[in-house]
């Protein structure tokens, strides 16, 4: 009687997940998931969590670093903004095989609007490097930003890690200065 009363419960669990997955499928017929595919939605996720962190910052704060607890020697709020975006350009141009198109003069981008254009084009840029990766091309050995041998897989791998790590820490930039990130505003 009772494996029964557990294969009922079980089945019930899973006729639900399946219910509320196709609740929350997406209307649309969506592209085949290939490796691309899956790599691009994690950076679309993260861009779209991570641009409007920039965008909700007010200019008169976007050069803001906390100076209490242990903050020193950190970078501010937009040098973290230009930081994320050199590393997309980075690697997009390591996995494409390209020298990056980096402003010659990062020190130039000092306005809200010109680091924000930076930021939200070196997303565009790693989503065509994201593009381009396949099943056949993923794990080939190519040269990493630094010259070091690595793969695209590992590139992409880095990239999304190393935004999160940014993202991370904008998050403590925002609350801070009494923002709540966009991603926790439900």
Do not use: C, W
């Amino acid at each position: 009687m009772l494996n029964r009363f557990v294969v009922v419960i079980v089945s019930l669990a899973l006729l639900a997940t399946v219910a509320m997955a196709q609740q929350n499928a997406p209307a649309t017929p969506s592209a085949p998931l290939t490796v691309a595919v899956i790599l691009d939605r994690q950076l679309s996720t993260l861009e779209k969590e991570m641009v409007p962190m920039g965008t909700d910052m007010p200019d008169s704060k976007f050069n803001f670093v906390p100076s209490g607890g242990d903050f020193k020697g950190v970078r501010n709020f937009s040098d973290h903004l230009k930081h994320a975006a050199t590393v997309n350009y980075r690697v997009g141009g390591a996995i494409l095989q390209e020298k990056p198109p980096l402003p010659a003069d990062m020190a130039s981008l000092k306005s809200k609007d010109e680091i924000m254009k930076f930021f939200q084009d070196s997303f565009a840029y790693a989503h065509k490097a994201f593009a381009t990766i396949t099943e056949k091309n993923l794990v080939e050995q190519i040269p990493g930003p630094s010259g070091s041998p690595t793969t695209r897989l590992g590139l992409a791998v880095m990239l999304i890690g190393h935004d999160r790590d940014h993202y991370g820490q904008l998050v403590v930039f925002l609350r801070m200065n009494g923002i709540i990130p966009p991603a926790s505003r439900h």
